[in-house]
């Protein structure tokens, strides 16, 4: 099964991700861990997002679609994944029903996390982040073992600029502008589309995302 997480930042998508895949022993298909992966090993998808990357500029779709295209051709065809952060826009979301079909493979579900901007801007200004394997924590919800370290590499967490407060308003907008036309895109596919609570604690959001998918829960 492929489901696809959907939701303004800050609303849950990679933590409400990792629990979900972790539980069932799925992969995940997250464009940063991607783009991490490519741009460390140095690979020419890698190099390609690094002129881009280092000028602060978007990685073109071709550029993420391949990157997807060689994870998903890498993936045992019987394995489930999560999809977080991809797709972003209508272009990688055709190119994506595109691709599963050429492997035999298709998107099962689309869940969207939902949740009110004052609850998303408390989330992003809380969020601390790894530098070192990309592991995202909060001081409200989800707090590491160690203040301010990572549970996984022991990194000193850092709070991103795109983190902070007075940048949120702007994030939520090109959210809207950009990538909540996929709900419509997906609303008008045969892909089931389910809108899900995403306020809560992390358990009960995770039981809200396995009702929604017809999953035992915990």
Not at 56 to 67: H, K, N, Q, R, S
Not at 126 to 142: A, D, E, I, L, T
Request: hydrophobic fraction near 40%; charged fraction near 25%.
């Amino acid at each position: 099964m492929y489901v696809i997480l959907l939701g303004p930042p800050g609303v849950g998508k990679g933590t409400q991700g990792v629990l979900l895949a972790d539980h069932l022993g799925w992969d995940r298909v997250v464009t940063g861990d991607l783009l991490r992966a490519a741009r460390a090993q140095g690979t020419a998808l890698g190099q390609q997002a690094e002129h881009y990357m280092d000028r602060g500029e978007l990685v073109p779709d071709t550029v993420m679609i391949d990157m997807v295209r060689d994870k998903l051709s890498s993936m045992p065809a019987e394995l489930g994944a999560v999809f977080d952060g991809f797709p972003r826009t209508d272009a990688q979301a055709s190119a994506l029903t595109m691709m599963l079909g050429t492997l035999g493979r298709k998107i099962a579900h689309v869940v969207v996390l939902q949740a009110t901007d004052e609850v998303l801007v408390r989330r992003i200004s809380g969020r601390r982040s790894c530098p070192k394997c990309g592991s995202v924590y909060n001081v409200f919800q989800n707090l590491p073992e160690v203040e301010d370290t990572c549970d996984k590499d022991g990194s000193a967490l850092t709070h991103r600029a795109d983190d902070q407060p007075e940048t949120v308003p702007h994030r939520l907008e090109v959210y809207r502008k950009l990538t909540e036309p996929l709900i419509a895109y997906y609303d008008a596919s045969p892909v089931p589309i389910h809108h899900v609570d995403g306020e809560g604690s992390l358990d009960e959001i995770q039981n809200n995302v396995r009702a929604a998918l017809g999953l035992a829960q915990g």
